[in-house]
């Protein structure tokens, strides 16, 4: 068995996630874009951070969002759900303003998809550390860091004083960091990005990002600076691969994905890693983690909406009991 050092425990308190909240509607017909009346159906509650906590409740971890919403019922919708799925959503606030951020998405024959976002200039957009925000962070014993973000200075304002905070707390950070290979970001988000792999205690890059994350070339090279660098474990996702976990001590557990349709693949990456890092501050064992992972991914992409299919322990115990692996 590893003895990869462990996640800061859940009674530290919650894992907090920092981030957009919008809701998605999606195109019922495979095709392209939106140049004509089409049936759309939605709106689902979304936001990758939001599915990352939602499916950390779910599974039965402390867990918090940050983020800013409308005062409408799409943002309703949003804090409803996390609510009712037992996450903490006092650090949630309202903009009186602008609308909650929406994204409409039409899938095409390839696999790739149409999005007509309104994000930034939504109430995402107005995301600040408040009191609330104050109270929440300083109990809470988990950060997990969206890549994504990381380009955006407000949002990495309130990611950077967060992770000081719950680090000096005893709290460990996650990082997923989402990073195409092709896409080059400008000097300062690299900086921050360096910043978080040197904090991070997990990273859950999935397909070639984790060369990304490294800034090599080469799995073993990239684990290898990684692991120099100080990241503790490194999850990799590989879609209907299933994924593998890296130890620093040289220790890898490969888990195989289970066997389900795809009808819906957004999400998968978020379930995954919300019910990872649940497991993990919860005690379990890396193998029975992974296990979870993977099942919370893969039950996730067989329902419609990007977050409706994120699964309570029960039912992820029920789809692993009568789902099958792949060899
Ligand atoms: P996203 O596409 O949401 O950004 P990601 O690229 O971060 O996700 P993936 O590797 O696509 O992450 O999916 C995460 C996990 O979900 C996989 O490691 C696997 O466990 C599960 N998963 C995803 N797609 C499938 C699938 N088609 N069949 C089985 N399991 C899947
Ligand atoms: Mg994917």
Redesign the pocket.
Known sequence: MTNVQPLAPDDLGPTVCVGEILVEIVATSVGEGFLEPIDLIGPYPSG?PAIFIDQCARMGGSAAMVATVGNDDFGRLNTLRLEGDGADVSAISLDPELPTGSAFVRYRSDGSRDFVYNMWTSAAGQLRWTDAVDALVNRSGHLHIMGTLLSRPAIWEIIDRAAGIIKSRGGSLSL?P?LRKELKNDDETELRFAKVVEMSDLL?P??EELERAAGVSGEDAALCKLFGLGVGEVVL???????TFFGKDGCRID?P????D?LD?????????GAYVACRRLGMTIDDALTY??????R??TVRGPMEGAGTRTQLDQFITDTMR?A
Not at 237 to 243: F, I, Q, S
Not at 265 to 273: K, R
Not at 293 to 298: C, E, L, S, Y
């Open positions: 990758a997923d989402n859950l999935s397909g996702k590989r879609g209907a691969g299933g994924a888990s994905a289970f066997l389900v795809e693949p957004t999400g998968a990456g978020d379930c995954f890693g992972a993977n099942a919370a991914g893969a996730n992409v792949r």
